[in-house]
Structures are given as C-alpha cells and as structure tokens.
C-alpha cells in the first residue's frame, strides 16, 4: 500500500520568506508525527498529532514553528520568517494509534535550504 | 530524559564479513526499542521493534537482540546493498510515550 508521502521533497528559500511542508499519511493511521534531522544531529522530535487530542508541540524550537492537521488526515508544518538554522530535513511519519510503542512509519522527507 | 548512543559511528566491512552494531539506551520505562535503516536522500525504513529484554528478531541477513541496557543488529555475511545508515530509537513510559529519541546512527559500508 501507499506509504508517507512528503511534498516538496527539496525547498531552497530565501531567509526571512514563509514556508510550507506537507504530509499525507498512510490512510488508517490516526497518529502523525513531524521530526527535525540537522547535519550531525540525530533526529528531533518537533510534534505530534493523534485524533482530535490537542497537538504536543513541546519539540518545535521557536513560535516561528507551527503545524495543523486537517481532517485527521493531511498536514502541513509552516515556518515563517525562515533562518539559515532552519535548514535541515523534514520528516513525517505516521503510526496506527500512536503511543504504547506502535511502530512509526516514515516519509521520504523534505529537504529545505535556507540561503 | 531518555537517551540512545549507538557505536561505532561508522563500520566498514568486506563482503560476507559479519558484525555487530551496538545501541545503549537509558529511558524511563520502555516502551518500545526500534531500528531503522536510512539510506542517502531518503527517510528512515523501519526494520524491527523490539518491547521486553531476551526478545530477537529477525529479517534476511539482519537480527536484533535486546537486553535491559542495550540493543545490537547483528549483520551475517552483509552485502553491498546493506550499506547504509542504522538508526536505533526508544519510546519511553515517562510523560509522551509517543516520541521516538533516536541515537546518531552507524553509518555502514559493505565493500564486494
């Protein structure tokens, strides 16, 4: 079956412009995720969505850092006013319920160059 | 807070070579211990999960041990197309059972 889909998969922009990521979910999942994978960093947890629970936005690193999730399915990770740190891949992934361990599945990620 | 080192950073073997790559961990109640396998420009591919200490598992030449401090992939006679980079996670009980906290990975490459 279809697994996490990531669009763009590479963005370049310009420091200061606004930015969207998108993710599709495997179709069933009612848990998404978004991580943060820097050059020499592991990756970071930036937040979490299960149903129609608050979101745990705990990982995003400034209120530059948003994201929404639509209809329990689609969602989009936005940065405004970018930074040069802010480059780093994106990555999405979704499980079935989320927590307790079930297993997460990742997307292909978008790589986004701020210049 | 929990916490993942994986070694060696990076293992270069020769065909048919078997090995080990090791994952410590400290975390407050596992929930669940997971490898990935990530390979240049793409996103990490799950290989296994592992939830209680003695369990194994296994898949072609890669299997995965856990005990209550660690985790090792052993790789039996590894090919090129194993190459790649090997991603360990936890999932701890403590306030957010749902974030991974991944180690920095072992980059592997297999020479023919």
């Known amino acids: 079956g279809a697994g996490v889909s990531q669009s763009p998969s590479n963005k370049v922009t310009e420091k200061g412009k606004d930015v969207e990521l998108r993710c599709d979910p495997i179709?069933?999942?009612?848990?998404l995720y978004w991580y943060r994978q820097s050059l020499g960093q592991g990756l970071e947890f930036l937040i979490y969505?299960?149903?129609?629970?608050?979101?745990?936005k705990s990982g995003l690193p400034s209120d530059r850092f948003s994201a929404e999730r639509t209809g329990g399915s689609v969602s989009t990770l936005t940065i405004q006013r970018t930074q040069q740190e802010d480059s780093a891949v994106y990555l999405c992934?979704?499980?079935?319920?989320?927590?307790?361990?079930?297993?997460?599945?990742f997307g292909p990620g978008t790589r986004l160059t701020v210049l | 807070e929990d916490q993942v080192t994986q070694s060696p950073e990076a293992l270069r073997l020769q065909e048919g070579e078997s090995s080990s790559l090791n994952c410590s961990y400290t975390?407050?109640?596992?929930?669940?211990l997971f490898w990935y396998r990530q390979d240049p420009g793409k996103g990490p591919e799950f290989l296994f999960t592992?939830?209680?200490a003695g369990e194994e598992k296994e898949k072609e030449r890669l299997k995965a041990t856990l005990t209550k401090k660690e985790s090792f992939l052993h790789i039996t006679a590894p090919k090129p197309e194993d190459s790649a980079t090997y991603l360990c996670?936890?999932?701890?009980?403590?306030?957010?059972?749902?974030?991974?906290?991944f180690g920095k990975g072992t980059l592997l490459t297999v020479n023919p």
């Open positions: 592992l939830y209680s």
């Open positions: 996670a936890v999932v701890g009980s403590g306030g957010s059972n749902y974030k991974l906290t």
């Open positions: 969505f299960q149903g129609n629970s608050a979101p745990d």
């Open positions: 992934a979704s499980s079935l319920v989320g927590g307790r361990g079930d297993t997460q599945y």
């Open positions: 975390v407050s109640g596992l929930r669940g």
């Open positions: 179709s069933g999942h009612t848990a």
